[in-house]
């Protein structure tokens, strides 16, 4: 093992920059029951030279919100950038290496689907098993940001794994 002492502990946050930040901001807060915990204006940015555009930015538009932070569970949070001067468009989900999507777990996934088609949320994907063996279903936000919902069997991969039925079938990986 190369790292002995280095442990990561959680993911801390995921980032997205959106042009329509209030719809993506309604959509996480009263769609998804989340609350915001931190939203930083430019100003902060105030004098700040190495910071560039930001700081310019706290010159000409100091009160407009630089990123919001919204709370997913105790200490993990979406961080949401409004659209950035010339930025590209997003790209058709799918059609790029790198980025696929994240994941949120719930405690009881059909109590989940009921109160996010009560709140309006479209479901991509209905509760099922996949094979892993923990519930699954696929929703999107307003910018098309995929994600799934999960929740855990006793069965789940996650919990137990599987690398040493793989390896012993298939050899080692590499």
Do not use: C
């Amino acid at each position: 093992v190369l790292f002995r002492s280095m442990k990561f502990n959680e993911v801390m946050h995921l980032s997205f920059y959106t042009e329509q930040l209030d719809v993506m901001r309604d959509f996480y807060e009263n769609k998804l029951g989340l609350k915001a915990k931190i939203i930083m204006r430019y100003e902060a940015y105030k004098g700040q030279k190495e910071r560039g555009a930001w700081a310019q930015r706290a010159k000409t538009r100091p009160h407009d919100i630089a990123y919001i932070f919204i709370e997913l569970a105790p200490g993990q949070y979406l961080e949401l950038f409004p659209k950035g001067d010339g930025q590209l468009e997003h790209e058709i989900p799918d059609t790029r290496l790198g980025y696929s999507h994240f994941a949120l777990m719930v405690d009881d996934i059909h109590v989940a689907r009921e109160e996010l088609v009560k709140a309006g949320v479209e479901i991509d994907i209905e509760p099922n098993k996949g094979q892993s063996e923990t519930w699954q279903m696929w929703v999107h936000d307003p910018d098309g940001n995929k994600f799934e919902i999960m929740q855990y069997t006793e069965k789940s991969l996650q919990h137990k794994g599987n690398i040493e039925e793989d390896e012993k079938k298939y050899g080692k990986s590499k």
